[in-house]
């Protein structure tokens, strides 16, 4: 699946969509350069569970967690880490549970230790704001896309990319 999404009230939107979609659990890496929108997107998703407040990257303390409304939702950052292993030091295999929600920013830097993701999003600068790709790895994955092509088809929330006009 493949999204337009021209600004960042278009992604909050889709990510809020999104979160409904995945039904409070889940792993879902999302992948993209730096300043693509990856923490855009988490707030967005951290929305459909109600959470108002500010969202940061958890650069430097790798996890933030989350209790809403009766779902855990763990957002990763892994940017700074320098190996895998780091993740089991402080307590990754706890959190990365079937009953909770994990968005993992630059999961790249997991290989060989995180489990397979449920859900792949990379998010891709354009001319006119970003383009999302989603990619479903198991049954759960592909339901939530399922979800999303029904419940979130309004151009409120974004518009199907047809120019291909993405950065390289």
């Not at 879902?28 to 988490?42: I, N, R, S």
């Not at 790798?62 to 409304?69: F, G, K, R, S």
């Not at 968005?103 to 230790?113: K, V």
Request: proline share 5%; glycine share 12%.
């Amino acid at each position: 699946m493949q999204r337009q999404l021209e600004n960042e009230d278009q992604q909050v939107a889709f990510g809020k969509c999104l979160g409904q979609a995945l039904a409070g659990r889940g792993r879902l890496h999302l992948e993209g350069e730096l300043g693509a929108g990856k923490t855009t997107l988490a707030r967005g998703i951290l929305r459909a569970y109600g959470h108002l407040g500010a969202v940061k990257s958890p650069t430097y303390t790798l996890v933030e967690p989350y209790e809403l409304d009766g779902v855990r939702v763990y957002h990763f950052d892994l940017y700074r880490i320098s190996d895998p292993e780091e993740l089991e030091f402080i307590g990754g295999r706890d959190l990365l549970t079937d009953d909770s929600l994990s968005i993992i920013e630059w999961p790249a830097r997991g290989d060989g230790w995180l489990p397979e993701p449920d859900l792949v999003a990379l998010l891709e600068h354009c001319d006119r704001g970003r383009r999302i790709t989603l990619s479903a790895l198991s049954d759960h994955g592909r339901q939530v896309l399922a979800r999303l092509e029904t419940d979130c088809a309004g151009p409120a929330t974004h518009s199907i990319d047809t120019t291909g006009a993405c950065a390289p």
